[in-house]
Each structure stands twice: as C-alpha cells, then as structure tokens.
C-alpha cells in the first residue's frame, strides 16, 4: 500500500498582527492576488517528484496568517487546483484555517461546496477586552456569528482555537470562554497557553514591566479545570493542546506527531519527505519571484540523521497524551529513550513530569500541562 501523507499550505497574511504572534504572517488588507497561483507552480514542481508519485495523500490543511482573508473565488481554484494536481485517496481531511471576521455564510458554502469539511476558527476568546489587549482584529459578536454561519453552512468538523494566561484573565474569566464554546458543540478544541516570544510586542511589553500575566500557578489551574471540564463534557484529550469528541482528532496534526512525511507549500512552509527537510523562503514576495523564474523556493534542505530523527519523533510524540511507545522507536531508530537520554528521564519521573514502563513513555498530567518546559529538555 502507498504511503498515506498530508499537504500543508501556508498563506502568510492577516487583517493585522496580533501582540502575540511570532508566526510567518504578514498584516495587510488586500492579499497579493498572484500568490495563490505562486503556490500551485510549487505544487506541480513538488508533484512531479518522484517521492510524491509513489504517495497518496490523505490530508490537506490550508494554515496561516488567516487563509480566508481571500474571497471565494481565489479560494476555490485553489482548491481544486491541488486536488488536479495530487494523488489524493477518496475522501481526504480538507482543513481550512480562518478568523471569526473573515468568513461570512456565503463563503463558508463555497468552501464547503469545494470540498473543504473542517473548519478552524481562531477564536482565542469572547471577552472583547482581553481579545483588544492582545491586539485581535475581532469582536465578540463576530465570534458568535462565525459559529452560527458554519453551523448553517453545515461544517460539521469544527475546531475553536482558545487561548488561556492572557493578560488580565481570571479563572472565571477563562471558564465562561470554554463554556460558551462548549454550547456550540465544537468536534474540536485546541486550548493554547499564551506564550512569549521573542520579538512580539507581548515580549517587549513584558521587557517594559508593562504587562500583567496570570500567575504561573493560576495558568496552571486553567488548564487543569479546562481538561476537567472538557472531560465531563465528553472530549477526549489527545494532545497537550487537543481535544475532540470521539474519533473527531485532527488528521493532518496527527501525521505530525507521529513525526510522518509531508509536503509543505507556500513562503515559510516547511516539507518533510522521508527525513528530507525541506524549508521554503519565508518571504511572500521572494516565493512568489523564485517560481516565476522557474526556480524551487527552497531556503534549506537538510538531510535529517538517525538520531536527530529519533530525537523529532519522540519530542513529537510525547505531545500525544497516549505518549511513544518504545518498541516502535527501537525498531524505526534501534535506539530506546532510556538509552539515549538516560539519567535526563530518571530526572523527569522523579520530578513527576513523565510515566514509563516496559511499553510506553508519556507525560503525566502535570507534564502535560508543563509540556514546553518539559520537551525541550529532550531536545
Ligand atoms: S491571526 Fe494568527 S497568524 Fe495572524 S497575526 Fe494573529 S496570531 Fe498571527
């Protein structure tokens, strides 16, 4: 049987940044008209490798910046133009990625006329003043309407994407958010913790002591009553940031962390072919010029070795909550976790941050809810 693999496709622009955003996005109004047929010429050049031929592929997930900042009329033949271009099985995961204040019912039933049947919403939260302290372009309200019009459109694989710890959220202020999500039934949540990074205004409002996070201990609290309360209502937890109702888990994301192969298309998109990585440019306008003139837009390609490959896949797979199994790793890599990493795990099971036994290694509860800290100590 051929090798099932996913599509990733970035589109890099939003209506503006947000303050904590440390993804390839570029804010602006009107998006480049010819970058989506800059994306299909990356497509035929990488369909035409002999890797991809020898491939079905079973996912594709348009990502970004806000990929519904387009109108339906440029994200329709974009669509159909990848489903000419690649081998897909019959009844691939179409994933489009969007923002509460640029969708309306009219384009959310082109989409999904086009094939497109899950939706992510970047939600983040309903409260207006925490969404305005973090400079979200949407309201509340629009929120609502969003999840009302996929509704009617009839998606009925939908992500909220929510995030705890922003500055100014109290406990109740985060249990309301999941609750009013929670009446729309979601098949799908992605719960992330507000991160700093480096060189987002958030991180230099911190530098400035001009901002006022939740305390770690209260962020913690979050996250854990979140699990709780998800759990009662029925949604499975799958990854650290991850919850879905029975047999709803992102397809796509899973190949991901499995550490499985996959094409990446579009500036700043990345493709792992067998341990190939390949990175685009990051930049829109020089994607766009490198396949005009014919050429690859390729930034890096690395050859990624044995244990550097070990290493992705057991980072990869400890945000699974099922965790790695170790007789997998040591037939894939003839390396063990205990081996490689040694005293490294002592440390984390004493601290009580990972659980193993004769078959599996995975994070505990606290290690879920610390899972940033805890997997860059196996990088
Ligand atoms: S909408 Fe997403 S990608 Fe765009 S600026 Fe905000 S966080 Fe970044």
Not at 203 to 230: K, N, S
Not at 343 to 352: A, K, P
Request: proline fraction near 5%; include cysteine; charge should be neutral.
């Amino acid at each position: 049987m051929r090798e099932r693999v996913g599509i990733y496709v970035h589109i890099p622009f939003c209506l503006s940044k947000c303050a904590y955003c440390a993804f390839a996005s570029w804010p602006c109004l009107r998006p480049p008209s010819l970058y989506p047929a800059a994306i299909l010429a990356q497509a035929r050049q990488m369909a035409a490798l002999p890797w991809s031929r020898d491939r079905v592929f079973s996912t594709l997930f348009i990502g970004g910046g806000t990929p519904t900042i387009y109108p339906a009329a440029t994200l329709k033949p974009l669509l159909s133009g990848l489903r000419e271009i690649f081998n897909f099985v019959p009844a691939p995961e179409i994933t489009i990625e969007s923002n509460p204040n640029t969708l309306s019912l009219d384009l959310l039933q082109s989409l999904r006329q086009a094939g497109v049947n899950r939706l992510s919403i970047g939600i983040q939260s309903f409260n207006d003043d925490l969404l305005k302290g973090v400079g979200r372009s949407h309201t509340r309200q629009e929120a609502l309407q969003a999840l009302a019009w996929a509704g009617k459109a009839e998606f009925t694989n939908v992500n909220i994407d929510l995030i705890y710890g922003l500055p100014g959220q109290s406990m109740q202020s985060f249990a309301a958010d999941l609750t009013l999500a929670l009446e729309f039934a979601p098949a799908h949540l992605a719960l992330y913790q507000l991160t700093l990074e480096e060189g987002t205004v958030l991180a230099r409002a911190m530098a400035d002591q001009q901002l006022h996070l939740p305390e770690e201990d209260q962020v913690i609290e979050m996250e854990l009553a979140a699990q709780a309360t998800l759990g009662r209502a029925g949604y499975e937890h799958y990854e650290v940031a991850n919850f879905c109702r029975p047999g709803r888990q992102c397809r796509h994301n899973l190949n991901y962390w499995q550490n499985g192969s996959y094409l990446g298309l579009g500036a700043a998109a990345v493709s792992c072919l067998s341990g190939l990585r390949i990175s685009n440019v990051a930049s829109p306008g020089r994607y766009q010029r490198q396949l005009n003139s014919g050429q690859a837009p390729y930034a890096e390609v690395e050859a990624l070795g044995r244990a550097a490959s070990f290493r992705e896949t057991v980072i990869m797979g400890l945000r699974r909550c099922q965790g790695v199994k170790i007789a997998e790793l040591k037939q894939r890599f003839a390396l063990t976790p205990q081996g490689y990493y040694q005293e490294i795990l002592d440390e984390l099971v004493v601290d009580g941050l990972l659980l193993i036994d004769q078959e599996r290694m995975a994070l505990s509860q606290r290690g879920l809810a610390l899972a940033n800290q805890v997997l860059h100590r196996l990088v």
